[in-house]
Every structure is written in structure tokens, then in C-alpha cells.
């Protein structure tokens, strides 16, 4: 029989997923760019919708339209759409700063990816892939010994290089 690595994983395939980061990073980096790009122009189209094909949402009735003064469903509504716009702008951005600190290697980048890969389960379908192809790659115990030595300082990983 042979060796068994960490967690009862014989060490040959445990050696086997080595090198998993660094041939899928990039494909991960690009997809949360695309993610990102996608999330803020679904932010920045709700905002405008909501504004341009539903005018009454920006209170254009007046205060005395609802019973109850300003505080109708049209400002309710407004507001909402608004706010839900706004979430998902800085979740947008979000995705960028992942994809920007994953194409670059930063250390910081796999810890949050792993938080914005269970985050992606709950959007199905295509969040959902996501963030299990986001797990596979960044979550495994080899997969952030592998991520570190990628995200050394004197990495030859890095995608830009460094001015002095």
C-alpha cells in the first residue's frame, strides 16, 4: 500500500493537484472581471430603468398622492430600486478588486475570493458555477500553500511588472 498524505489523500494524488492555482488563476481572474463588468452594468441599468420607464417612482405626484404624505409606495419603490442599484454596484466592484488582486497575485485575494465564492452559490445558475469553480481552485489546504508561493514578493507569477 502506499503512503497516505494529509487527510487519508495518498501523497501521489495530494502531489497530483499541485499547480492547480497556477494553471486556472487566470481563467478565474478573467471570469470575475466579467462578472464584475456584467454586475455593474445590471446595477447601472436598474437605476435608469427605474427612472426612465417608471417616472411616477421619482415622485412626480406630489406629497399628497399617498394618504399618508411622502411616504407612498412611489417613494418606497423609488428609494428600493435605487438602494438595490447600489448593492449591487458595489458588489460590482467587488468582483473587479477580486479579479484586479487575483490577476496580481496579492495575498489578500484568495481569502476574499473564497468568501465571494460561497457568496456566488446562492445566484443560480451562473453564480453557482462560479463559486464552485472558485472553491475548487482557491479552497483546498494545497491550494494556499500554492497561492502563497505565488503571492511572494519575488514571484515570477506576477502578471505586471514591478517599477521601481
Known sequence: MGQAGAYGVPAGAAAGSD???????????TLW???????LAGAGSMIIFGGV?????RGWRG???WPMGGWGLDGF?????FSAGVVLAM??????VLAWGLFEREPWARMLGVVMG?????????GTALGIYTLWVLLPETSGSEYKRLAQPGGQFHSAPVSS
Open 91 to 96: 458588489f460590482g466592484v467587488v468582483h473587479l
Open 33 to 39: 472581471m466579467i462578472n464584475g463588468i456584467l454586475r
Open 118 to 126: 460561497f457568496l456566488a452559490l446562492l445566484r443560480f445558475p451562473l
Open 53 to 57: 420607464f417608471f417616472p411616477f417612482l
Open 77 to 81: 419603490l423609488s428609494r428600493g430600486i
Open 19 to 29: 499547480g492547480r492555482v497556477r494553471r486556472n488563476l487566470r481563467t478565474l481572474a
Open 63 to 65: 406629497p399628497g398622492a
